[in-house]
């Protein structure tokens, strides 16, 4: 037995003796955070049409030395645990069996973004992140964080790539339901109990890694354009509070997260670098290791260096500010800002090429292989923590008192905005537009036309326009406003029969007009029917308030400043408004 492999050494000895016997090539494999996929019954991907994924499973681990994946779709509990110990047999097969880091985007809730995070499926649902800071209760978030680590940990998953800590300035910012909304110090009390529940006071065999996300704060996009693609890549702050999206950030380091990753954007008219945070070292290893004392590990989002195939349409890699640059000379910018992974990237041969040829010091890749040893042992991936039980998998993945937690969880973030004749009572004929009638039908008599019905009830989504690229179709940008024809046939409703609307807000709707022809208005941010109905009849409390207001107009959305807070002029709805029952 080598050092490395003894359970009762230290940490660091193990550490520096796994470190010693690594050729460059097992070094640079460790550098790279890639995706995964599996099939259906649990085993790992041999073959691949390149659609999604380039390489192969056994490509990648055994071909390429890389062990750290996160895992693309939804599967059942017990297939996912299959695959993981599959996975973990075929990296302790390699020469030095180094085990796999596996980890995963956000899996419980209900926005459904290959790019971004996944539906429940078989995991507990809960609200989004938004609608965890509509109840504002650090304690619940808690409770959260260590449900989805008991669940992820069940699988297989030891690092999170959540929670996204961004402050939702730029109301029209695709990435805003997966934050704590547009108050700092909401969203830094918040995080602190979100990590602690994933990882516990500090890392150890029973954590899930947090790799809270994107520094140093993503939300003041300029138009709230994404920077995963080329037209969202700018970054700015005309309201000069740059600092202020720091805050959250600081309480995570606080609390002890074990991973940061700097967002895509590229800042424009302040004193940094006008390159992408994930290539900035005045961000990276001026402001976030030197100044706030970072020690953790940094990877940056994925697909920096190398464009890519998603869904069989070419993108560009997000290099902004870089893209003139070769992809060795973006990976060696990338380790000189301080970053030590690369996400969604698979290829270590450039970091060899880069080493080789002395643009880069074997010693920097030492750093940054250091790190990364230290995590997988502290998380036990070396000992008793490589393989998980497919059957207790089975068992905890949403487990009913988990599952309990979400939908209660669900109830208490619906936020009532206006409440006209709430709670409802007895049995009224019931019309109803994005409500299962199935589920109606347990609190009133179903009807088919709003002629018929005593009251209706109409659920809605947060417009967005329609992007005709397939990838970016999944993430909900451009105007707030329901379209003419749209909201002439909501309004038409409206004034024929009371009627209780319900809008999911993954982004603050202009809705104006419904807010004031509705008989009743409730905000939702993934929430099931039976809550929804619950809240209308009474049944369960409705505690959200507004996690960032609601704007009057799109002009005034136009006109608001992308990095202040709750910034359009004369909003229908304020920051923290709701209703009680």
Same mark, same amino acid.
């Given at each position: 037995?080598?050092?490395?492999?003894?359970?009762?050494?230290?940490?660091?000895?193990?550490?520096?003796?796994?470190?010693?016997?690594?050729?460059?090539?097992?070094k640079?494999?460790?550098?790279?955070?890639?995706?995964?996929?599996?099939?259906?019954?649990?085993?790992?991907?041999?073959?691949?049409?390149?659609?999604?994924?380039?390489?192969?499973t056994?490509?990648?681990?055994?071909?390429?030395?890389?062990?750290?994946?996160?895992?693309l779709?939804?599967?059942?509990?017990?297939?996912?645990?299959?695959?993981?110990?599959?996975?973990?047999?075929?990296?302790?097969?390699?020469?030095?069996?180094?085990?796999?880091?596996?980890?995963?985007?956000?899996?419980?809730?209900?926005?459904?973004?290959?790019?971004?995070?996944?539906?429940?499926?078989?995991?507990?649902?809960?609200?989004?992140?938004?609608?965890?800071?509509a109840?504002?209760?650090?304690?619940?978030?808690?409770?959260?964080?260590?449900?989805?680590?008991?669940?992820?940990?069940?699988?297989?998953?030891?690092?999170?790539?959540?929670?996204?800590?961004?402050?939702?300035?730029?109301?029209?910012?695709?990435?805003?339901?997966?934050?704590?909304?547009s108050?700092?110090?909401?969203?830094?009390?918040?995080?602190?109990?979100?990590?602690?529940?994933?990882?516990?006071?500090?890392?150890?065999?029973?954590?899930?890694?947090a790799?809270?996300?994107?520094?140093?704060?993503?939300?003041?996009?300029?138009?709230?354009?994404?920077?995963?693609?080329?037209?969202?890549?700018?970054?700015?702050?005309?309201?000069?509070?740059?600092?202020?999206?720091?805050?959250?950030?600081?309480?995570?380091?606080?609390?002890?997260?074990?991973?940061?990753?700097?967002?895509?954007?590229?800042?424009?008219?302040?004193?940094?670098?006008?390159?992408?945070?994930?290539?900035?070292r005045?961000?990276?290893?001026?402001?976030?290791?030197?100044?706030?004392?970072?020690?953790?590990?940094?990877?940056?989002?994925?697909?920096?260096?190398?464009?890519?195939?998603?869904?069989?349409?070419?993108?560009e890699?997000?290099?902004?500010?870089?893209?003139?640059?070769?992809?060795?000379?973006?990976?060696?910018?990338?380790?000189?800002?301080?970053?030590?992974?690369?996400?969604?990237?698979?290829?270590p041969?450039?970091?060899?090429?880069?080493?080789?040829?002395?643009?880069?010091?074997?010693?920097r890749v030492?750093?940054?292989?250091?790190?990364?040893?230290?995590?997988?042992?502290?998380?036990?991936?070396?000992?008793?923590?490589?393989?998980?039980?497919?059957?207790?998998?089975?068992?905890?993945?949403?487990?009913?008192?988990?599952?309990?937690?979400?939908?209660?969880?669900?109830?208490?973030?619906?936020?009532?905005?206006?409440?006209?004749?709430?709670?409802?009572?007895?049995?009224?004929?019931?019309? %109803?537009?994005?409500?299962?009638?199935?589920? +109606? &039908? #347990?609190?009133?008599?179903?009807?088919?036309t709003?002629? !018929? *019905?005593? $009251?209706?009830?109409?659920?809605?989504?947060?417009?967005?326009?329609?992007?005709?690229?397939?990838?970016?179709s999944?993430?909900?940008?451009?105007?707030?406003?329901?379209?003419?024809?749209?909201?002439?046939?909501?309004?038409?409703?409206?004034?024929?029969?009371?009627?209780?609307?319900?809008?999911?807000?993954?982004?603050?709707? %202009?809705l104006?007009?419904?807010?004031?022809? +509705? &008989? #009743?208005?409730?905000?939702?941010?993934?929430?099931?029917? !039976? *809550?929804? $109905?619950?809240?209308?009849?009474?049944?369960?409390?409705p505690?959200?308030?507004?996690?960032?207001?609601?704007?009057?107009?799109?002009?005034?959305?136009?006109?608001?400043?992308?990095?202040?807070?709750?910034?359009?002029?004369?909003?229908?709805?304020?920051?923290?408004?709701?209703?009680?029952?």
């Amino acid at each position: 037995m080598h050092p490395y492999q003894d359970p009762s050494r230290p940490v660091a000895e193990r550490v520096e003796d796994l470190l010693a016997r690594m050729t460059l090539e097992e070094k640079a494999g460790q550098l790279f955070h890639s995706m995964l996929m599996m099939n259906p019954d649990g085993t790992p991907v041999t073959e691949t049409d390149g659609s999604m994924l380039e390489c192969t499973t056994p490509e990648l681990i055994e071909g390429r030395g890389l062990t750290h994946f996160n895992l693309l779709g939804s599967y059942g509990a017990r297939e996912m645990a299959l695959w993981h110990n599959a996975i973990q047999e075929m990296a302790a097969g390699t020469r030095l069996g180094i085990p796999v880091s596996l980890s995963t985007d956000p899996r419980h809730a209900f926005t459904d973004n290959i790019g971004a995070s996944f539906n429940s499926g078989a995991f507990s649902a809960w609200p989004e992140a938004l609608g965890l800071a509509a109840i504002r209760d650090p304690e619940l978030v808690f409770r959260f964080a260590d449900t989805v680590r008991r669940e992820y940990l069940s699988v297989g998953f030891r690092t999170a790539l959540h929670p996204q800590i961004d402050l939702a300035t730029e109301p029209r910012w695709s990435r805003q339901s997966g934050t704590f909304g547009s108050d700092a110090a909401l969203t830094g009390e918040l995080v602190r109990a979100y990590v602690l529940g994933l990882q516990g006071e500090e890392l150890g065999r029973d954590s899930v890694a947090a790799m809270v996300k994107h520094f140093p704060g993503g939300g003041p996009q300029k138009d709230g354009e994404d920077p995963h693609f080329p037209h969202g890549k700018e970054q700015i702050y005309p309201g000069g509070l740059r600092d202020h999206h720091l805050e959250p950030f600081k309480a995570a380091i606080a609390a002890g997260c074990s991973q940061m990753m700097p967002y895509y954007g590229q800042p424009v008219g302040t004193d940094w670098e006008e390159v992408g945070f994930g290539f900035n070292r005045g961000v990276i290893q001026g402001l976030l290791r030197d100044e706030l004392g970072f020690t953790g590990i940094v990877c940056t989002d994925w697909g920096l260096l190398n464009d890519s195939e998603i869904f069989g349409e070419h993108h560009e890699a997000r290099a902004w500010g870089v893209e003139h640059l070769s992809v060795a000379e973006r990976a060696a910018k990338a380790l000189d800002a301080g970053a030590d992974q690369f996400g969604g990237e698979e290829c270590p041969e450039v970091i060899v090429e880069l080493v080789a040829s002395g643009r880069v010091a074997e010693s920097r890749v030492d750093a940054s292989v250091r790190r990364l040893l230290h995590e997988k042992f502290t998380l036990g991936l070396f000992d008793e923590r490589r393989y998980v039980d497919p059957d207790e998998a089975e068992e905890t993945v949403g487990r009913a008192d988990f599952t309990a937690l979400g939908a209660a969880a669900q109830r208490r973030s619906l936020t009532v905005l206006t409440d006209g004749p709430l709670p409802l009572a007895g049995r009224p004929k019931l019309y %109803v537009e994005g409500v299962d009638p199935a589920a +109606a &039908a #347990a609190y009133g008599e179903t009807v088919a036309t709003p002629a !018929e *019905a005593d $009251l209706a009830i109409l659920r809605l989504r947060t417009p967005f326009e329609d992007r005709p690229n397939k990838f970016e179709s999944f993430f909900h940008s451009g105007s707030l406003a329901f379209p003419d024809a749209e909201l002439a046939g909501i309004l038409a409703l409206l004034k024929t029969t009371p009627t209780v609307v319900c809008v999911n807000l993954e982004r603050p709707a %202009v809705l104006p007009e419904i807010a004031e022809h +509705a &008989a #009743a208005l409730i905000a939702d941010y993934g929430a099931s029917d !039976e *809550a929804l $109905l619950d809240v209308a009849f009474g049944r369960a409390k409705p505690e959200g308030r507004l996690p960032f207001e609601l704007p009057r107009s799109m002009a005034a959305v136009a006109a608001s400043r992308p990095d202040v807070p709750n910034d359009t002029e004369d909003p229908v709805f304020p920051y923290g408004h709701g209703l009680e029952l």
